[in-house]
């Protein structure tokens, strides 16, 4: 269209219309420049000036939003009615990930990653809003990896710098709890396992309480011990008719999922009880084990500081204590120890010498894993290998040595090496 006007950057008065889609542009056919966009939309008072309202005017370029955040927007909105959280967390939770997803990193990190970034932006928002969830209840919602998620979580917290307070284990035990049914008769719980929630709950919280100072919780997921704990507490209520119930039927009565660990917690709890057991007289002479344990919790929770202090004791202050003792003698702390277990085991005889207290240690470092060592590298070298004469020179030591090689050399006929 010569005449209509010229191309801004070459000069060309060669203007075309070009049809892009639905959007007809004016394209320079010397150069190729897009002259014009063309009009996308407009508003009353631009369609009565006739003025265009191109694309990069527009709102599309500025706000626009790919296709992977648009599916994780979708995804934080649907888990977080599907946890039923208010709505201010699923807006604070949208807002965490449009933060992350700003980050380079972020956006060009592999899809399982991204699925993960869902989950750990709703349990953040959940922590700092003190809502009771755990990261393992996320991971089974969205059949996410459990080393992946806490990595992921891990650097989204320290990415968007983020003060995230630790899970409040008292309110996830209420909350856990609430999901048992257990406090309402019905055609599958008989009236005998029917228990009142405000009991069943102040015991357990006891109990997770003793746990807790037993070094039971720490480093370990919580449910399992939550679960363990609940089992104790429903049978130390009414022991009489719940003993011959096991861990599995109660979790199905309860209609919530058996964690593999809690059988491991369950029996954990129940030495650490027996323990406690041992300091009472009137339990001494009853030969408790874990089984009839479970009828005396409610005296063993009614005196447990006392009786934790009395059943574990710490090694440092064991030490101390010690050493008080022999500088009061006129001893070193490092004499005196053999002599000092000597006369303590001959003031009593060995059948009425009580039980000395146990370290309170974690599980992890009384009983610790079994690591299997690799076994070592087969050596392939025999003694038996020729060595070449360009290395032999290396562990020649003595004239002697030098001489008595080129003796040799020089009878097979061999030249001297240089």
Known sequence: MPGGGRCPDCGSTELVEDSHYSQSQLVCSDCGCVVTEGVLTTTFSDEGNLREVTYSRSTGENEQV???QQRGLRRVRDLCRVLQLPATFEDTAVA???QAHRHAGIRA???QKKEVLV??????T????????????????????????AGTYMQIVKLLGLDVPSLCLADLVKTYCSSFKLFQASPSVPAKYVEDKEKLLSRTLQLVELADKT???????PLPVITAATFLAWQSLQPSARLTCSLARFCKLADVDLPCPAPSRLQELLAVLLRMAEQLAWLQVLGLDRRSVVKHIGDLLQ???TLVRKAFRDGTAEQEAGEKELQGRGQGPGQGNEEVAASSSLRLPEGKRPASPALLLPPCMLKP??????????STVTGDEDISDSEIEQYLRTPQEVRDFQKAQAATGLSNPP
């Open 126 to 149: 959940c922590r700092q809003h003190n809502w009771p969830l755990t990261m393992g209840t996320v991971c089974t919602l969205l059949y996410a990896d459990l080393d992946v998620f």
């Open 96 to 98: 965490y990930y449009q």
């Open 215 to 221: 070094w039971l919780v720490t480093g370990r997921h």
């Open 109 to 111: 990190a592999r899809l």
């Open 119 to 124: 989950g750990c932006c709703v349990l953040v």
């Open 369 to 378: 894993p079994k690591r299997i060592c690799p076994p070592p590298p087969i």
């Open 303 to 305: 005196h447990r500081r």
């Open 66 to 68: 790919s296709r992977s």
